[in-house]
């Protein structure tokens, strides 16, 4: 026990620990937010996941041949878009429930990248060049990059917070998402103010795609790995606002950096698989959502025409 | 709209034949070897009705919460800890009874898996499909926890428990020349009947049917709506056990990480496929049953399996333009 305080305590403990909780809570936070966009505007987003894994296979396909990171980044991000494009047209134009339109596209996506990444990825050269970054402002012995995905995802929520509450865009999209009827009554189109809500899921989610396959160096099979679901997650612990969840996927992503630290490590006398780690972020999740965690509260107007 | 769907639905065919086009091979090709991998040689056909079985019954599990009014997208996770379940068991106790207990416990497991979505949606008005979603992650994280540790076989490199002895194995009823039938898939198309049965000729499956249609009205005709959805979510996540311990007992004789290839996402797409009835079930299931079994073949032509998951979303997609579309429509 006394050894397992010391190990905690210790500095580069401490370290690692906090650099791998932002590194895990990058992607979250990402995908967290374009959750929020669609969510707040009304349309109901299981697809983080599916948008997220497109990106992320296509930022691969591009980056590798072209050797240009922003290309590959840039072209994630537009396939997330026209994934979100077709998100709407199924939700807003064909008025599919948005359930269903939502675990399609996470099947199309999931097949689809399965596919492209079979016809289209050279397994021979795969290091993904990433884009610029600052490298090792700890110092040498202290290896941590900040990429500009890390910023990104910290300013967003920061950034959409004041937007929801203080501009005209974000107050039609909170009117919108919370009563769509009584929105359309003083002449807000909510087609039109989902389907940029939705353009700029598309491009947050296809952001932590980018992200998580730059940081991984190759593209693999389902690489996205449930991270959107978390994403999702998060943004229902932090009761749909930008900030509570930002710091719910922090909260998520520590427990992924822990779970990678104290993997074969005994905590009081047992060793904790490291799949028992994994689940608690869906644990949290369903408790809160039985509002054991204080009342959350969805968008009024979610799922609604 | 009616142009529009068939815009839609013609827009989908054509990427997927670009896509295969692009990509060097044939359309034609690759269908028929869709259609002769699962139906070309009797071994085939077996193999697709192995896929079909789980697709039935899952399928009809979705369906019934679909009747309700809820979406079971849990039914991954729900069969998925029936399989664990009627694995340990049957593993435990040898023979009929150890099977008979097995599937009985598998059931029972699908349905206490169901059960906090359901109390949430009844009673804490927390939406089924977000917290089935986490469910479901947590019952494939848990049993992978429990493959890989307690009851891991410990002579198998692998995640997995051990295989079931033969005399605790549901053997093939019909043998003959390659062609395979399991008792599974006869128990799954009883269940499909004998639900079809309740749903009509029940006053629980009349009022599982009123709170789906419109939860107000049956609140003032006098139902109890928060029992009838958590019955209902109950009743559709012990189908989902079932299907796996039979899953275990007729194919698999174990339970591994990684168990389902994704038969509950499939499932959802045989709910909303078989339409009003739940005869429709069965070419449903049989349809996805061809996509999972022909896709296996076509990976022989150098095509990816993935192809079949992007047939599969457009399906779904191109039923649900046409049946589940909400009513209104402003702008």
Redesign the interface.
């Given at each position: 026990m006394t050894e397992l305080l010391a190990q905690l305590t210790g500095g580069t403990f401490m370290f690692t620990l906090i650099t791998g909780a932002i590194v895990f809570a990058t992607p979250y936070a990402l995908a967290a937010m374009g959750g929020y966009t669609s969510e707040r505007s009304g349309v109901?987003n299981?697809a983080l996941e599916g948008k997220m894994l497109m990106s992320a296979c296509v930022t691969a396909i591009v980056a590798l041949p072209t050797h240009n990171a922003l290309l590959g980044v840039l072209a994630g991000m537009g396939s997330a878009i026209l994934l979100s494009l077709f998100h709407w047209l199924?939700t807003q134009?064909?008025?599919?429930?948005q359930?269903?339109?939502g675990?399609?596209?996470?099947?199309?996506s999931?097949?689809?990248?399965?596919?492209?990444?079979?016809?289209?990825i050279d397994q021979a050269n795969n290091q993904i060049p990433i884009l610029p970054l600052w490298k090792n402002p700890f110092g040498q012995n202290q290896p941590f990059q900040i990429t500009i995905f890390m910023l990104l995802a910290f300013l967003l929520p920061v950034l959409l917070a004041y937007y929801a509450a203080r501009s005209r865009g974000g107050l039609r999209m909170m009117a919108v998402g919370s009563d769509p009827e009584k929105a359309?009554l003083i002449g807000v189109?909510?087609?039109r103010v989902r389907l940029v809500a939705l353009i700029a899921a598309g491009a947050f989610t296809g952001l932590a795609g980018a992200m998580i396959v730059s940081n991984a160096g190759s593209f693999t099979d389902n690489m996205t790995a449930?991270r959107g679901?978390i994403a999702?997650?998060a943004l229902?612990v932090g009761g749909w606002r930008p900030i509570p969840s930002l710091l719910a996927c922090l909260a998520f992503g520590v427990f992924d950096a822990l779970q990678l630290q104290l993997q074969g490590t005994a905590l009081f006398g047992v060793i904790v698989?490291?799949?028992?780690w994994?689940?608690v972020p869906?644990?949290v999740?369903?408790i809160a959502?039985?509002?054991f965690l204080g009342r959350s509260r969805?968008p009024a107007g979610l799922g609604k025409? | 709209m009616r142009w529009q769907i068939l815009a839609l639905a013609a827009g989908c065919v054509g990427l997927i034949i670009l896509a295969l086009v692009a990509s060097g091979s044939n359309p034609v090709e690759v269908f028929g070897k869709l259609i002769s991998g699962s139906f070309g040689t009797p071994a085939n056909i077996s193999g697709t009705l192995k896929e079909t079985t789980p697709l039935l019954m899952l399928g009809l599990g979705v369906y019934l919460a679909l009747k309700a009014g809820l979406f079971n997208i849990g039914i991954e996770g729900q069969f998925i800890v029936g399989a664990f379940t009627c694995a340990v068991i049957a593993l435990r106790v040898p023979g009929p009874f150890g099977m008979l207990l097995g599937v009985a416990g598998g059931t029972v497991a699908g349905a206490v898996w169901a059960l906090p979505a359901g109390w949430i949606r009844a009673y804490r008005g927390g939406h089924e499909v977000i917290t089935t979603i986490m469910l479901n992650n947590v019952a494939a994280l848990l049993t992978t926890a429990l493959v890989a540790g307690p009851f891991k076989d410990p002579t198998d490199e692998s995640p997995t428990t051990a295989s079931l002895a033969a005399s605790s194995q549901l053997h093939p009823i019909l043998n003959q020349g390659g062609l395979q039938v399991s008792a599974a898939i006869l128990i799954g198309t009883a269940c499909v009947f004998a639900l079809a049965w309740w749903l009509r000729r029940t006053v629980a499956g009349y009022e599982l049917q009123a709170v789906g249609a419109n939860p107000t009205a049956a609140k003032f005709a006098g139902v109890k709506a928060p029992q009838v959805i958590l019955r209902a979510m109950c009743v559709s996540g012990a189908l989902g056990g079932l299907a796996g311990g039979l899953q275990v007992l007729a194919y698999d004789g174990r339970f591994y990480q990684g168990f389902s290839p994704g038969y509950g996402f499939d499932a959802l797409g045989v709910a909303l496929l078989a339409g009003n009835s739940p005869i429709g079930l069965f070419p449903s299931a049989l349809l996805f049953g061809v996509l999972q079994k022909g896709g296996t073949s076509i990976q022989f032509l150098g095509v990816p399996k993935g192809i079949t998951y992007v047939i599969l979303g457009f399906l779904i997609v191109i039923a649900a333009t046409v049946r589940y579309r909400k009513v209104k429509n402003h702008d």
């Open positions: 109901m299981i199924l134009h064909f008025q599919i429930d359930i269903i339109s675990m399609a596209i996470n099947a199309i999931f097949g689809a990248t399965n596919f492209l990444a079979g016809k289209f359309r189109q909510p087609r449930g679901f999702l997650a229902i698989p490291s799949p028992v994994q689940s869906y644990v999740t369903v959502l039985a509002g969805p025409a | -």
